[in-house]
């Protein structure tokens, strides 16, 4: 896992409540974080990395600009 911290931005998002209410039993656990948003962000940063890693996931240049800067 990288050690140094990765530049970050706040993205909203919406969430089914069963998720929700997993994720609330994750944050009583202590396993994942200490918050809900926490325990989000690491699931889902891990699930990306690992989808990356084993193929699942890949970035393609389609030569549209998605309105954010390089």
Wanted: aromatic residues 2%; charged residues 25%.
């Amino acid at each position: 896992m990288a050690t140094e911290k990765a530049e970050t931005d706040r993205v909203p998002i919406t969430l089914a409540l069963s998720t929700i209410g997993y994720l609330e039993k994750l944050v009583r656990q202590g396993t994942h974080g200490t918050s809900v948003p926490g325990v989000a962000r690491t699931l889902i940063e891990e699930g990306i990395r690992l989808a990356i890693k084993d193929g699942l996931l890949s970035i393609r240049d389609n030569g549209r600009d998605n309105g954010k800067s390089p």
